[in-house]
């Protein structure tokens, strides 16, 4: 038996109980439309729609057309409604040992607050809004009051400069900006409002869509704080004084709910635009259907960050549209200790727990003392996203974390594709240790060449989507060009999407999400694309070219590698250079996307053309030997960038 045809099945205990059982395969490929307006009905519609799919349009599609709802009262207002509002919506836990539990009775009020005070500062439906803030709950209270108000939130993850920042607010036009004064960070507090400021500019500079900053106080630790009178205004003063009622109105289906900004093969990073009834329909019921999540019982958490998709899917519109019981920990894993997260699993009985790769390989490398130093008992389902996880960290999962009783979901999705597409799911899946097995129901999914024909089985070829899907993005913000081009090009005689990655079905039939055939790399679960790395590189004044690549690295998955070219004239550099150019990245870009390594060399690698050849570096940084080098213009380029590397 190969290793790859071992399989882990849910146990008799888990299928009895499973939410969903192997018939809702069937059920969805007989009438695919049929299985989504079902999923759909599981929300409240303030009009029903008249249709599921308008797709006259193609690519942009229309889900559920006639349809109108209110995203943020189907997350709160109907379970208070419904008799719930004394269950706890977020146990949050705050860095430094703080923590809140609210329920939903609560929550319905903080929004109605956030959505009045938001309203009285001009915010109206279709405006947009910057969100810049840490893990704290007020950022789900302010996006469920932009949803609740038919605003469309932008939030910008707050480990992102002042310049990306200041780039999103310009793209998006955004009227208000929502941050808090600090966020904590490994047990310190550190300042964020002052990025705002640095972001929004001062006279001629100044971002000129941005009527006001609502500052939320997290840290209270900057005496110096600065304040923009007329612009920024406290969040207990606005919010906290404004009314609980608020009366809301039902939007278009496809009303944008959220923009969000992600990195693609070139130019800036593009907001990805998602609306309202089709994302909350496939969010709300994949939540469902993969976590197996059960209503006033199941702790979920997801360990994600509201500034990724994934806390905007798992964290907020997916467990609050289902009434679940969530986390919300505003920290590090490591912080004060390595104990943490399986501190805040036994405290809180966590049982569905859904975290990243890289996490697991960390706490790998930590150790399983730690975690068998806990009663982890309470879990009963983990999940995987962001990366592949590779067949050892998988076990690893299963047996350390798990306690070889839980089932793994390996979800693979996108910022693009809005929630889950490729599951297994808990109680059917025979599941393969480092393999996403299969498309969810309702979704339809191909393995291809170039040409667009089926690969056999076992050979590698690009994933595409070949069905529309109701989570699917509606667009990039303001350029229909760039999403025909980015996603519906490649396939476009078939009008398939497109989605970035290599795949393979084993012999067996499961499926293998292999990662990007872009250039886009993938670190800790971040997505960062070399040629924004290149460029941030390159305003350097003493750095004339730069090649980035995604080097495999065993706990990050990719690590960031850069070689650069200095300008002419320079002959001398300082010893800290790799430092200093490591921190531009970090100012331009943010600490995420700093290489692990920096390379000064006297040529890069390239074709005739002029391309540089990314694979032949990548070859260098891996310690491999080289591939192919017979396009190169100057095969002996390797000569020198070898001698030069560290
Ligand atoms: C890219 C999307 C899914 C939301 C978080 C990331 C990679 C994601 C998996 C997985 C293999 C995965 C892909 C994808 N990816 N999940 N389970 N197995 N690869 O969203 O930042 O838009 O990145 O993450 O390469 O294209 P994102």
């Avoid at 009009?47 to 308008?54: G, I, N, Q």
């Avoid at 207990?236 to 496809?254: C, I, L, Q, R």
């Avoid at 990245?585 to 990314?614: D, F, H, Q, W, Y």
């Amino acid at each position: 038996m190969t290793e790859s045809s071992v399989v882990y099945l849910p146990s008799p205990e888990f299928v009895a109980q499973a939410n969903v059982g192997p018939e809702i395969y069937g059920r969805a490929d007989a009438d695919r439309l049929a299985w989504w307006a079902e999923q759909a009905r599981r929300l409240d519609w303030e009009t029903e729609f008249t249709d599921v799919l308008d797709w006259s349009n193609a690519p942009f599609a229309k889900w559920f057309p006639g349809g109108k709802l209110n995203v943020a009262v189907n997350c709160v207002d109907r379970h208070v409604d419904a008799g719930k509002g004394d269950r706890i919506a977020l146990h949050w836990v705050g860095e430094p040992g703080d923590s809140r539990d609210i329920t939903y009775a609560q929550l319905k009020d903080e929004v109605c607050k956030a959505a009045n005070a938001f309203t009285n500062l001009g915010v109206r439906a279709g405006d947009r809004v910057a969100i810049y803030m840490p893990m704290v709950p007020e950022a789900i209270i302010t996006m469920l009051a932009c949803a609740r108000l038919g605003a469309t939130h932008s939030v910008v993850f707050a480990g992102f400069s002042s310049a990306a920042l200041r780039s999103r607010i310009d793209d998006a036009e955004a009227k208000l900006v929502v941050t808090t004064d600090g966020q904590y960070r490994r047990g310190e507090p550190a300042p964020l409002k002052s990025a705002v400021d640095e972001a929004l500019g001062t006279g001629a500079d100044a971002a000129a869509s941005v009527a006001h900053v609502v500052v939320v106080k997290r840290t209270n630790h900057d005496p110096s704080l600065n304040w923009v009178a007329g612009r920024d205004v406290w969040w207990d003063d606005t919010v906290g004084e404004a009314s609980p009622e608020h009366e809301a109105e039902a939007f278009d289906s496809d009303h944008p709910l959220f923009l969000l900004y992600t990195s693609g093969t070139t130019g800036k990073p593009k907001g990805i635009v998602h609306g309202s009834g089709g994302y909350l329909t496939q969010t709300s019921s994949t939540f469902h259907n993969v976590f197996d999540h059960k209503e006033g019982r199941d702790v979920f958490w997801c360990g994600a960050d509201i500034g990724w998709v994934t806390g905007h899917t798992y964290i907020v519109y997916g467990p609050l549209s289902n009434g679940a019981t969530e986390i919300l920990y505003e920290g590090t894993p490591n912080t004060p200790n390595e104990h943490r997260h399986f501190q805040i699993i036994e405290k809180y009985g966590v049982t569905l727990y859904y975290m990243a790769p890289t996490l697991i390989r960390t706490f790998m490398k930590w150790g399983r003392a730690i975690p068998d130093a806990h009663d982890l008992s309470s879990l009963r389902l983990l999940g995987s996203v962001g990366e592949p996880i590779n067949p050892e960290a998988w076990r690893w999962y299963r047996d350390a974390i798990g306690g070889n009783r839980c089932p793994i979901v390996d979800t693979w999705w996108q910022t693009e594709t809005g929630s889950c597409m490729i599951s297994p799911l808990p109680g059917v899946t025979a599941t393969k240790p480092g393999a996403a097995m299969a498309p969810m129901p309702g979704i339809s999914v191909r393995i291809v060449d170039d040409n667009g024909h089926d690969v056999p089985r076992g050979e590698q070829g690009y994933l595409v989507v070949d069905e529309p899907w109701p989570s699917m993005l509606m667009g990039v913000w303001g350029d229909d060009d760039r999403y025909r081009d980015t996603y519906w090009s490649r396939f476009a005689e078939q009008g398939w999407y497109f989605a970035g990655d290599g795949a393979r079905y084993d012999e067996d039939g499961a499926l293998w999400v292999l990662g990007r055939v872009d250039d886009v790399m993938n670190v800790s679960g971040h997505r960062i694309s070399t040629s924004e790395v290149e460029s941030a590189l390159v305003t350097h004044p003493d750095v004339a070219e730069a090649a980035v690549i995604g080097a495999s690295d065993e706990t990050t998955g990719q690590g960031i590698v850069a070689f650069v070219i200095l300008r002419e004239g320079i002959t001398s550099i300082p010893d800290s250079f790799e430092q200093d150019l490591r921190n531009h990245v970090a100012v331009e870009i943010s600490p995420i996307a700093k290489p692990r390594e920096v390379n000064v060399v006297p040529e890069l690698p390239k074709t005739r053309s002029g391309k540089i050849m990314r694979r032949l570096l990548k070859d260098v940084a891996e310690g491999r030997e080289l591939g192919d080098t017979s396009t190169l213009v100057d095969p002996t380029v390797f000569e020198n960038i070898r001698s030069r590397r560290r």
